[in-house]
């Protein structure tokens, strides 16, 4: 396969092309970029839905069934998967969620997990590119799901142009969790499990604690219920923060943080393979510093240095 | 409070200015680094031990039994308690680990909890200076405990002279745990929690899976069973690895990553003010790309060449 065919595939929305292009991406092949730059002019072409909320609140049902409502509705949709925990080729619990979504897919659906080998700077570059790549491919809205709580919850409000929270109906470790960082990212949150009217108590809890004006919507995925009403309000939001200029200001900020990444991983890369190329005189201060020769700051000093040249003569 | 001041206090084992200290290190002062380079000599002064495991084992219980076991042999003993998904003061948890460490505690014992604002890398390095304030203020022996699962509990290795794995009886959770990656860096498995009788039995299981070689250990911590014996062992494998040249190795590899650490936390600072300074600069560039007039990519690539030359000029 070469770079031209998994463009013009990806543009023919081909699935086996998007898919050779992912795992391009995931394994750190550079030479994608050369598509990945050709595709900009499709950046921006989608509705960009996160996913997010505690372990165990049903979020892959849930998507499950957004994935039906999108097919009912002519909607080409994507679904990424994400584990930040999880390296590539690790997961088979995302492997059983890729699957789950695969039950209910039609060709205009595409849903991958995604990992990336090392540092999580590089699987939130890894979702920017994948993201484009779906754009470039056709697709009009796409989810992007995380498993687990910690920083990259907060780290999607940034690849996302809405966040949806799902949460069970009240237990007080979720209200902790929420209270805990989830609050902030939330344009809308989904009361998930459970009947429709146990759910709904959950929900006055929720406003009780958060105000009123945060948008709250009743679903029972496993049951069907709500799911018309919660892709109704995804996309009307979305309606919303187009008009008023929300979404402009959300997306810059994405570009933002994108460009400051790029300049981070570059110099991360950089740094890497200073190290791996200076591997011997490593050892050598290592050695000198393990021996009181020379103290550890004065040994990182000189390292520090030495690259500060390297780059000099770059 | 000024550095002479807390240097002297830190000497002479004094916990308000050690806490002052590792304070310091948590909140990112840089000054605290004039202390820590005239401490290098008490660098590899204590014995350095890495308590890991999943969620639930009972390692706070573990280790305040240790601490208690520490004081009863005259040693003076240092607790740090680290996690990674806990930023500074988010801890309830680790405060409430604290405090237990604390109520079998005595003058000679130092314990904490240690976090702090930002990357991952930032913990890391914090954990070397606070075990070598701790070091420093004449502990001779040093339990570093972290909680949850993933990439910190193979960091630790690098920190610790020797690593002990807690694990319970048997449940296949476990041992899939085990696998994943905790048995590289076990140099001693402890079995806790049940009753000693119960956990021989998960120790054959073990032991079939990892063959002959793995040193474990019974306990019961809440029945204060098997903590001399798990103390002795500690104490036994280190003196072991001090004879066999295996601490020299492993001491040298802790140098050399934190040498490493230290290059990487340079840049990253410098790329972290750059990105501070060039602000205005960064939002017309975005302004550009949003409306299409120069393509992501080559928007970051300038920012890198800029990046660059403000290093030539520095």
Same mark, same amino acid.
């Given at each position: ?54 372990? +165990? ?5 849930? %998507?499950?069934?957004?994935? !039906?409502?999108?097919?009912? /509705? &002519?909607?080409?949709? =994507? @679904? ?100 805990? +960082? ?5 344009? %809308?949150?989904?009361?998930? !499990?459970?009947?429709?009217? /146990? &759910?709904?108590?959950? =929900? @006055? ?110």
């Amino acid at each position: 396969m070469d770079l031209e065919q998994i463009k013009e595939g990806i543009l023919h929305g081909d699935r086996r092309y998007i898919a050779k292009a992912i795992t391009m991406i995931e394994e750190g092949y550079t030479n994608i970029y050369e598509i990945l730059e050709d595709f900009e002019e499709y950046s921006g072409k989608a509705k960009i839905i996160g996913i997010t909320g505690p372990p +165990g609140v049903g979020k892959s049902t849930l %998507i499950s069934k957004l994935v !039906k409502e999108a097919i009912n /509705r &002519n909607h080409n949709v =994507g @679904v990424l998967l994400v584990d930040p925990s999880s390296p590539i080729s690790g997961g088979a619990l995302l492997g059983n969620r890729v699957r789950m979504i695969e039950e209910v897919s039609d060709p205009k659906v595409y849903a991958r997990s995604l990992a990336t080998r090392g540092w999580t700077g590089g699987l939130s570059r890894a979702i920017d590119e994948a993201v484009l790549i779906l754009e470039a491919s056709g697709k009009d809205i796409i989810f992007i799901e995380t498993v687990g709580a910690g920083q990259i919850e907060t780290e999607i409000f940034k690849k996302a142009d809405i966040v949806a929270v799902i949460l069970m109906p009240y237990s007080g470790d979720e209200i902790q969790a929420l209270k805990a +960082g989830l609050m902030e990212i939330a344009d %809308i949150y989904v009361i998930n !499990k459970g009947d429709l009217d /146990r &759910n709904k108590i959950t =929900g @006055v809890t929720l406003r009780t604690i958060m105000g009123k004006d945060k948008r709250i919507v009743y679903t029972s995925a496993l049951y069907n219920e709500g799911i018309k009403e919660l892709y109704d309000s995804l996309i009307n939001i979305w309606d919303e923060y187009s008009k008023s200029g929300e979404l402009d200001k959300r997306r810059k900020l994405k570009i933002k943080s994108s460009i400051i990444e790029d300049l981070n991983s570059y110099f991360l890369k950089l740094l890497d393979d200073f190290v791996k190329n200076k591997e011997q005189e490593l050892e050598k201060i290592t050695e000198e510093v393990y021996q009181g020769k020379i103290s550890r700051y004065k040994a990182a000093k000189n390292v520090i240095e030495e690259f500060k040249d390297s780059l000099h003569k770059a």
